[in-house]
């Protein structure tokens, strides 16, 4: 009986943290208020889930608990002093859950809902803390099962309360306005992933990169505050619109269906100590792609302003003029298809690692197979702005970063290094020599933390596995026409990106864009005789945003 008694705690124990996590997992949706039978439902939903999971969790917690305190639970009928200690770590996880999520979206969810999860976690934690002192106390109160179970109760409703009282928050729909004005010259626009400052001016003052450098200290550069926390789709998003996940919508690369909640398609999962996406519960969602952006990229402004533009592998969503996606790997061009000399200099250094050799040969195949294929696109089909994203930095260094420099993993990035800048020469010569040059890294790399490097000197691998999960700051390039030259940039933010070169291509930048225009970046001759013109905002569809036939 005392094993029944204890699974009976638990169970009900779960029940309570599954209701108390549903308003949770609500306020990472800021668009989606369900009716009230729907919001029953979840209410079921996470109540059950948490019963079967969570509960069966401290249950089992309970009984090795029982080892060392074997009083727990022991007594007939409800157990005050076990329900509290079973309470303590509900209280806990609860208040992890809403403050870790609260961190965990800093870029991604609007003000007021990470305010109301800051909320959440502070009324959970004051739960847990009441929790522990009367614990400790041990002190039994006249009606125990009753005034246990309305504490818990009232902590769930107050966090119902919380999400309740959070304004129904989303993106104002994007406002057409015809927009009277050409773009004023050519952009080239790149996109190095996984490239920052700390590995490029390296392979710069080595002479890696001779044409970047050359462009560098004619052109205006600096560190760019990427989105945090890292998710590729919300980092390339905000990019090409300019504007803040939370208008544009795109938070990660998977979305899901909840149609026993929502006709909307949600994407944010609550974080917790559970396997994603077992927090919604009993499997009844369905996964769907990324979504494609609420408000307009830069090659449709580009378009609707009249401008041919190229887009070379970008999400799904992108479509210009014409458009080369990123092939499936076994599309990818075969290695040997590639310059003999750069196979050679690879080769050497590839035997170090045979293991991680054939994806590096797959990633220079895949990055010089877009570059080829964009330089002719462009000469046969030629275009007033072309838009190129590169994965090559992304897919090599996690991989190749060595601990101590001077390995063949340097080697494998220096030909990486070498390879992105003669693409990038050979795409500034097929653009003309007079086109605004835009150079960007939406993100960069990060070296390991302590704790990584703790992990690392119990390992024999010689190499640091840097990743973007901190999301460390990327960088941007300005060159060309109306360009300020030598100058760095400061305080620059990966919105920025996209409202700067709009200006200085004498287009309107629009007000909800989250970008300011570094003006740090723009000479004082264009500065003086171009105006900051502003529009409401430019539909993800490109309607409105630009008169059909250009007109200045």
Not at 113 to 120: E, H, P, S, T, V
Request: aromatic share 8%; hydrophobic share 50%; with cysteine.
């Amino acid at each position: 009986m005392r094993h029944l008694r204890r699974l009976g705690h638990s169970l009900v124990a779960g029940a309570f943290a599954g209701a108390a996590l549903a308003p949770l997992q609500l306020l990472l949706w800021p668009d989606v208020l369900p009716p009230l039978p729907k919001l029953l439902v979840a209410f079921l939903a996470w109540t059950t889930w948490g019963t079967v999971w969570i509960g069966g969790t401290l249950f089992a917690f309970a009984e090795l608990a029982s080892l060392l305190v074997p009083y727990l639970g022991s007594a007939k009928g409800f157990s005050v002093g076990l329900w509290r200690w079973l309470m303590i770590p509900v209280g806990l996880v609860v208040t992890w859950a809403a403050w870790w999520n609260r961190e965990e979206t800093r870029d991604l969810l609007l003000p007021d809902n990470r305010q109301g999860l800051a909320y959440a976690g502070s009324l959970a934690f004051l739960f847990t803390i009441t929790l522990l002192v009367l614990a400790i106390r041990r002190r039994s109160r006249r009606h125990a099962l009753t005034s246990a179970l309305a504490f818990a109760g009232a902590l769930v409703a107050a966090l119902w309360v919380v999400w309740a009282c959070t304004p129904l928050s989303s993106p104002k729909a994007a406002v057409a306005e015809a927009v009277h004005f050409a773009p004023g010259g050519r952009l080239l626009f790149v996109s190095w992933e996984g490239t920052d400052l700390h590995w490029l001016l390296p392979a710069m003052e080595r002479g890696d990169m001779p044409f970047l450098h050359k462009r560098w200290e004619t052109g205006a550069w600096g560190q760019l505050r990427t989105v945090r926390p890292y998710t590729r789709s919300a980092t390339l998003a905000t990019l090409v619109t300019g504007c803040a996940p939370a208008v544009h919508g795109v938070l990660g690369r998977l979305s899901y269906r909840v149609p026993w909640l929502t006709d909307r398609p949600v994407t944010l999962l609550l974080a917790g100590p559970w396997p994603s996406p077992h927090q919604l519960p009993w499997r009844a969602w369905e996964r769907t792609p990324g979504l494609a952006p609420q408000r307009a990229t830069l090659w449709q402004i580009l378009t609707s302003a009249g401008h041919r533009v190229g887009v070379v592998g970008w999400p799904r969503y992108a479509r210009g003029s014409w458009t080369v996606s990123t092939p499936l790997p076994a599309e990818v061009a075969r290695f040997t298809s590639l310059d003999a000399d750069l196979r050679a200099a690879l080769d050497s250094a590839l035997r170090s690692a045979p293991d991680l050799a054939n994806d590096a040969r797959n990633s220079f195949a895949l990055a010089a197979g877009l570059g080829s294929i964009a330089v002719k696109r462009v000469n046969a089909q030629p275009v007033n702005a072309l838009a190129i994203d590169c994965e090559l930095a992304a897919h090599l260094r996690p991989l190749w970063t060595a601990e101590e420099p001077g390995g063949q993993g340097d080697e494998v990035l220096r030909q990486a290094a070498r390879v992105l800048d003669d693409q990038l020469r050979s795409l500034w010569l097929a653009m003309g020599e007079d086109t605004l040059l835009v150079v960007v890294s939406p993100y960069g790399l990060a070296p390991p933390s302590p704790w990584q490097r703790l992990v690392h000197l119990a390992r024999s691998s010689p190499r640091w596995h840097v990743s973007p999960t901190d999301s460390p700051d990327g960088f941007v390039l300005f060159s060309g026409p109306g360009v300020r030259p030598g100058t760095r940039l400061t305080g620059a933010r990966l919105a920025d990106v996209t409202a700067t070169l709009l200006y200085l291509l004498e287009l309107p930048v629009a007000r909800d864009m989250a970008g300011r225009v570094l003006l740090n970046a723009v000479d004082e001759a264009r500065a003086a005789s171009v105006p900051l013109r502003l529009v409401p905002s430019y539909p993800a569809d490109g309607s409105g945003t630009a008169s059909p036939t250009p007109v200045r």
